[in-house]
């Protein structure tokens, strides 16, 4: 019998949800209560933040879910959705089972197509996994010179060409020149944008936490970024530019004003997110120095027979790329998000 207690985070419940989060090495930016509101506000989503908790009321476990029903790419219960990390952060295994046990029950009532959670370590050796994403992690040095000399050589002449175009970087309090340089990032890409209310909203909820860094040549801006910090970490999370920031390494160099100006703060730990093998994404991160680490997501079946391949290196999605780089900035801008909201 579980000595713990699990229970669904209400707002009387953020502060002490978060102050665990905050002290379990588990946890990671992502199981943050403020991610409650931006699945909830940013995209519909219907939420179950899980937390177990002993007699005394102490939480011991937290688990943040959210439902993702789309008539196009089935209906998942995921922690978290739009998320690197998530799954289930606990000092005690007991605790941790404990929300385990309530979620696999939840995602039974929901009749939904799977359960899935995004850890970093395998939690279900029994469930099945994608070996389709690694992330990229890499400790900083206190001084910033010594962390631009432990860049491999031909990607510090990238970050250098920058410094000799004469980019300069810039913090900014709003997400108006990010968006602009990110839609159009992802336009290039063929790929569906968040929308433009989604990045306010985490500069709203996470305050001084979401960062935002615009590299300028001559006072225009180049490409921008869109960063989160937690204890001592920085993640650079949604970034992008147009065609000028690739003649000039815009992104080499952006990349590396996030790296020095977290390590003048205090950063000791560089986290470069996630992306799938065999990308530009990967190489470009493995290019830094950085050694990707795999991602272990588990996926536990219900309704489903097998996992849907929603991936944009699935051929059948390859058209549909090619398609929506033809459209209209204005016109992705407009609907890309209502897409987007249905991926997780």
Request: glycine share 6%; aromatic share 12%.
């Amino acid at each position: 019998m579980s000595h713990y207690t699990v229970g669904l985070m209400g707002s009387q419940d953020r502060a002490r949800w978060d102050d665990f989060v905050l002290r379990c090495p588990d946890a990671s930016f992502f199981h943050r209560a403020g991610w409650q509101q931006i699945m909830e506000e940013s995209f519909g989503h219907s939420t179950w933040f899980m937390y177990a908790a002993n007699q005394q009321g102490e939480i011991h476990a937290v688990l943040p879910l959210a439902q993702v029903n789309s008539r196009w790419f089935g209906n998942t219960l995921c922690s978290l959705p739009f998320c690197v990390y998530g799954g289930i952060a606990a000092d005690s295994r007991d605790a941790a089972d404990a929300v385990d046990l309530a979620a696999q029950q939840l995602a039974n009532r929901l009749q939904v197509d799977h359960l899935e959670y995004r850890h970093r370590q395998p939690y279900h050796a029994d469930w099945l996994h994608r070996n389709t994403y690694a992330t990229f992690r890499k400790h900083l040095h206190t001084n910033a010179e010594q962390n631009l000399l432990a860049i491999p050589r031909k990607q510090r002449a990238m970050v250098r060409k920058g410094i000799a175009a004469g980019l300069s970087s810039v913090m900014e309090t709003d997400t108006r020149r990010f968006f602009d340089c990110y839609a159009r990032s992802m336009h290039h890409l063929g790929t569906p944008m968040f929308s433009r209310r989604h990045f306010q909203l985490l500069q709203q909820v996470f305050g001084a936490d979401c960062e935002v860094l615009c590299v300028e040549h001559a006072e225009s801006p180049v490409c921008a970024v869109l960063s989160f910090r937690f204890r001592d970490q920085i993640l650079p999370y949604y970034g992008g530019g147009g065609a000028q920031a690739r003649v000039l390494a815009g992104n080499d160099f952006m990349y590396w004003e996030v790296m020095r100006r977290a390590c003048a703060a205090g950063c000791t730990l560089f986290d470069f997110g996630r992306s799938k093998h065999g990308t530009g994404a990967f190489a470009f991160k493995k290019n830094w120095g950085f050694e990707p680490e795999a991602l272990h997501y588990d996926y536990q079946l219900h309704r489903a027979r097998q996992l849907k391949e929603v991936q944009p290196l699935n051929p059948r999605y390859q058209m549909l790329i090619k398609a929506w780089r033809l459209l209209p900035l204005s016109v992705a801008n407009l609907i890309g998000p209502h897409i987007v909201r249905q991926l997780g």
